[in-house]
């Protein structure tokens, strides 16, 4: 930072704090979007189609419509048009997701997918809509849907948009062929991963309220900037005229970063009734509407010296889409700089099938790359009869191989020799079935992680009162990552406030405006506009006290101000005042400091990622193959960490995220309804107590000011990634079998002959 006094800020960040709105959560008072209480609210219940691919002939609501407590039907007959998004989408808006997508707002009777919505019932409580919704009935004129990803590979196309607004959707550079013509030891292989599913704890759940024109909704969303966008473009309202609020958020994890069908539904149900209405998605509901990973097919070739020296990677995706839009899963985009490779062709495809648009899925593209890299990486280090430690630091990127860059920060190397110290890697013999511990096989296995560190333009205000109390406000997001406990941290230690004096506020557009809290940047983005913000308030306070003449500070440099514990004193003298005596003498106006902070030309200069090394230990019955992770350590470097308390938590979430995608996650479609088979968390798993071991979780020594004026680099998703391509790899040491294609499950660990 530039101003002369900020060397000396607090202590508070950087200490593994406990989360400022523990207490609220855990007493129940923190409140979740279904459960904010609104008068006269009424409740609405999505009718879904029952096929995946043809049109709804005929709707009979009547039975619906005659039941007691009944307010509406809304079916594409009855549902007023949405001129506005008519003209936007002839005028060839669209928008890109996730703020932007094509919705099913009852505007047609086109179906493209199996529980899509095709009406919505609202009633005067939850029970009766319910009822309401099972007994319309719908004719459909069916066509046969295409589902199984097998069968539809052949028709996949190349993704031509740039990935995330920015990046090309194909690379190459070198000569790939050339690279295999040196190459001693080559690896030719298909990754699969299946389509998965966000299965937060909870569901998306959307209040709309109109006052005249103007509609408040609560929605559960990381993006409420986003979402007012989609609401006043889609019905044609102006911006100011939607307030979108998101206190609590009980796990995201890119599933609530798009306005969403419902959304929009209950903004449109509660026009249509005249009052409040709820419509909360159940769990069934969570599978198709509101996207989730796509089912992606990696054809990954390597090429390699029989030193290791890399000769040629290439790598191709075709991932999954719906019939309506484009989305991709960026697989290859890790690829393009993870390694020194001289010969290196990445490329993504579309493969369109009659499921709900996939969108975000916790390190959307990395998680699903990543696997596919570092398992090929661990099949190469095999064919050569190398270490796959030593494998990876024969190519470690000096720079940036794809841009040329410097990287802002790299510790990876320190990441590999943490973890693998920890991990006691040096006990790995590298044979596979060569381990052993009673009846169970033993494997270990290794992978990098790695994951971008961006940030986006953001906004904050930091207001200090006389009573002594700070309010940050940033309509940013905690979706239980922590948001709330490190903004705090960040304004106490600027103010030089104690932090249990400060609140912080965030999801509600009334508030300065931030990002989607996503892609792992709100502490990179949100983080750095509070520090600004609450920098700024310092100095007036400061300036406040110096050019004051009752003030004992009156005259002192501003550089030798101190405020420690809400009190200004002048460095080397003992005498000062409280920031509350401060103020009182100031007619009790409160101190505000405003900021807004985004990235500048760093961005040209550096290539900045976060990177880390994930060891992990399997377990597998050699009779029934089954297969259970009993030791993880994650060694990180990911910049300043702000509380190592709330950063492990979300390393260890991301790690756990991934024992998921390796052995259980799987949306398991009918091909013939296409109809989602596990639509519930009994079927579709996910790790419970029992399947997560403990983690370690060590830090690399990092502060990256190249990134951000805090320093920090983002946590969300990193821990997630390389994690399937470790057990697999784990998998591999214990057995001898090499499952390519997730989860890997007993069957396919029985199948390969354990
Ligand atoms: Mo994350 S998948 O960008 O919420």
Redesign the pocket.
């Given at each position: 930072m530039t101003t002369p006094n900020s060397e000396r800020v607090g202590d508070v960040v950087g200490k593994p704090i406990n989360r400022v709105d523990g207490k609220l959560k855990v007493t129940g008072a923190a409140r979740y979007t279904a459960e904010i209480p609104v008068a006269h609210l009424t409740h609405a219940v999505i009718v879904q189609s029952q096929i995946a691919r043809g049109m709804v002939e005929r709707l009979d609501t009547s039975a619906a419509e005659q039941l007691d407590g009944v307010l509406a039907v809304m079916t594409p007959d009855n549902t007023p048009k949405l001129e506005s998004l008519a003209k936007f989408a002839r005028e060839g808006g669209k928008g890109p997701p996730p703020t932007g997508r094509s919705l099913s707002l009852l505007q047609d009777n086109l179906v493209h997918y199996n529980g899509q919505p095709i009406a919505l019932v609202i009633a005067e409580n939850f029970e009766v809509a319910m009822h309401a919704a099972s007994l319309v009935r719908a004719t459909y004129r069916a066509d046969i849907p295409v589902v199984d990803m097998a069968l539809a590979l052949p028709s996949a196309f190349p993704y031509t948009q740039k990935i995330f607004g920015s990046l090309p959707p194909q690379t190459l550079r070198g000569d790939i062929q050339a690279g295999l013509a040196a190459a001693d030891a080559r690896i030719d292989e298909v990754y699969t991963t299946p389509m998965e599913t966000h299965n937060p704890m909870e569901m998306h759940a959307t209040i709309a309220a109109w006052d005249g024109d103007r509609v408040t909704l609560w929605d559960s969303t990381?993006n409420v900037y986003g979402v007012r966008g989609v609401v006043a473009r889609t019905l044609g309202i102006p911006p100011e005229h939607v307030r979108v609020l998101s206190h609590f958020i009980g796990g995201?994890?890119?599933g609530k970063?798009s306005a969403w069908s419902h959304v929009l539904l209950a903004a449109m149900a509660a026009r249509q009734v005249g009052r409040p209405v709820k419509l909360a998605l159940t769990r069934r509901q969570m599978f198709g509407p509101v996207g989730g990973r796509p089912h992606t097919v990696q054809y990954l070739t390597l090429g390699a010296k029989r030193d290791g020296t890399f000769t040629t990677i290439r790598h191709d995706t075709k991932a999954s889409t719906s019939t309506f839009e484009d989305w991709i899963e960026p697989a290859g985009l890790v690829t393009r700089t993870l390694y020194e490779c001289a010969n290196v062709e990445t490329n993504h495809h579309l493969v369109r099938l009659n499921v709900g648009t996939p969108t975000?899925?916790?390190?959307?593209g990395e998680a699903s790359g990543t696997f596919a890299l570092e398992s090929a990486i661990d099949e190469l280090a095999y064919a050569l009869d190398m270490d796959p430690i030593a494998l990876r630091l024969k190519n470690y990127a000096d720079a940036d191989p794809e841009s040329g860059k410097p990287w802002s920060s790299k510790s990876l190397e320190a990441c590999y020799a943490l973890g693998a110290e920890r991990f006691d890697w040096s006990r790995r013999n590298p044979k596979p079935r060569s381990m052993r511990e009673g009846d169970w096989l033993v494997g270990m296995g290794m992978a990098t992680a790695t994951y971008p560190a961006r940030r986006a333009p953001a906004s904050a205000e930091v207001c200090i009162y006389p009573d002594g109390r700070v309010v940050v406000k940033a309509a940013s997001h905690d979706l239980g990552t922590g948001t709330y406990t490190v903004l705090a941290q960040l304004a106490a230690d600027a103010t030089g406030m104690p932090i249990q004096h400060v609140t912080v506020e965030l999801g509600d557009t009334n508030l300065p405006p931030n990002p989607i809290s996503?892609?792992s940047m709100t502490v990179a983005s949100t983080g750095s506009a509070v520090h600004l913000a609450a920098m700024a308030a310092r100095n007036k306070l400061v300036e406040l006290a110096v050019s004051d003449p009752d003030s004992p500070l009156h005259g002192a440099r501003h550089e030798d101000i101190l405020i420690e514990e809400g009190c200004l004193t002048s460095r080397g003298s003992e005498c000062g005042e409280s920031v509350q005596t401060l103020l009182a003498r100031h007619g009790g106006q409160a101190i505000d400091g405003k900021a807004e902070a985004k990235p500048g030309d760093e961005t040209q200069q550096y290539s900045m990622h976060s990177f880390g090394a994930v060891f992990v230990e399997v377990r597998v019955d050699p009779d029934f193959g089954t297969i259970r992770v009993s030791k993880v350590v994650g060694a990180y470097g990911v910049g300043r960490v702000l509380n190592p308390k709330t950063a492990r938590s979300q390393l260890i979430g991301g790690i756990t995220y991934g024992i998921g995608m390796a052995l259980m996650e799987h949306t398991v479609t009918d091909p013939r309804s296409g109809r989602y088979v596990n639509a519930d968390i009994a079927e579709y798993h996910i790790p419970v107590h029992a399947d997560v071991p403990p983690m370690e979780i060590l830090f690399a020594d990092e502060r990256d000011e190249r990134v951000d004026p805090i320093g920090a680099k983002g946590i969300?998703?990193i821990g997630m990634t390389g994690v399937a391509a470790a057990i697999a790899n784990a998998a591999f040491h214990a057995t001898g079998a090499r499952v390519r294609n997730l989860p890997i499950t007993l069957d396919k660990l029985l199948e390969s002959k354990v």
């Open positions: 990381q995201a994890f890119g970063g975000f899925m916790r390190a959307p996503a892609g969300g998703e």
